[in-house]
DNA sequence: TTTTATAATCGTAAATCGACGATAAACGAA
DNA sequence: TTCGTTTATCGTCGATTTACGATTATAAAA
């Protein structure tokens, strides 16, 4: 049933799409299993892993950079990566949230 | 550490990767709640609560049902949406299993 | 200082996305 | 059949994404 028409989206809506998005690439999903799992953490070791280019493997990092999933700090010529904490966390809250809100349905189309 | 070069990305990462894109938009994240909470259920009810054009709810609606989220039956002039039960179910499952794979870290970066 | 290793950025190209208005298609009702 | 309602599709446009090689920092090592 309608009410009326909402003027905006909700800033949740919006901040999930962030983090959906950031996950919405086979290659960002990698990186992020990769370095919870420590089998890489460098950026050249993500390459060494990954069916993509050095600097397609950046481009990523700063995309999970951008949305607040990963950290890096220089070490060296390296730049060390990991998962960060705060913004995983927001991320896995707002999923939490999502999977929490809407359960599979018993029934179907029902109007 | 690195093993060896990665040929493709895993079915499982690339299709993650179709779920959260499909999320990665605040409308299609905003439909999926209408769509759950029974606030809507046909296009033209979606438009009247969604700040964007009926043709654009279309297109959304189009991207959620190939992504197998969302299935619509047709009533007379209408079209019936709702959650698809095996699809969601599937992304709840790929959802679910990268929020235990990636548990917040405690420690930062260890390089 | 010069070299070497590493990562980020630049420039580019192709593809996709997201939005809209306009139009077409589907269907029930008159 | 014709009309009205509803939804899908078309065509378009600008912006974004994804990929790559080449180049440019950056910092340690020689």
Known sequence: MATHKREHFTTAEQELAVIAKALGH??????????????????GELVLELPISQSTVSQHLKGLKTAGLVQGEV????????????GWARARQLLGDLLAELPVPTTGCAC
């Open 75 to 86: 070490d060296g010529p390296r730049v060390c990566y990991c998962i960060d904490p705060a």
């Open 26 to 43: 086979p290659a960002r999903v990698a990186i992020l299993r990769l370095l919870t799992q420590r089998r890489a953490c460098v950026c």
